[in-house]
């Protein structure tokens, strides 16, 4: 699978973002999806990630309540609404499809296709 992610830009703090990560091929729907973002100087994080059916979410605790992941299938679409963005949001944010088990979903092993990364900048 091919992913494209795409709506980062520049924000100002308290405003808010949608990503969206469009997919190709057939089988979207058998992936678990999932959004890091990396910051400069630092590792790439886990953020949020939606399970194949998009029946389960999960949140790292800095965005918990300001993230909202979903997905379409129909669509082979998965967004991430951004809102009361803060600066220490600014990074690269990726979009990653895999199929591993629910407690790997929040590592980086657990997906093995990746988008190539959109940017959000969030002035303070």
């Known amino acids: 699978v091919q992913l494209q992610a795409s709506g980062g830009g520049l924000v100002q703090a308290g405003g808010s973002l949608r990503l969206s990560c469009a997919a190709s091929?057939?089988?979207?729907?058998?992936?678990?999806m999932g959004w890091f973002r990396q910051a400069p100087g630092n590792e790439r994080e886990f953020v949020a990630c939606?399970?194949?059916?998009?029946?389960?979410?999960y949140y790292e605790d800095s965005v918990q309540g300001r993230f909202t992941i979903k997905r379409d299938n129909a669509e082979k679409t998965t967004y991430l609404q951004m809102n009361s963005l803060k600066p220490e949001d600014t990074a690269i944010y990726y979009c990653?499809?895999?199929?591993?088990?629910?407690?790997?979903?929040?590592?980086?092993?657990?997906?093995?296709?990746w988008g190539q990364g959109t940017l959000v900048t969030v002035s303070s």
């Open positions: 990653a499809a895999g199929t591993a088990i629910i407690s790997n979903l929040r590592r980086r092993e657990g997906y093995r296709y």
């Open positions: 091929g057939r089988t979207f729907s058998s992936y678990n």
């Open positions: 939606i399970t194949r059916s998009g029946g389960r979410t």
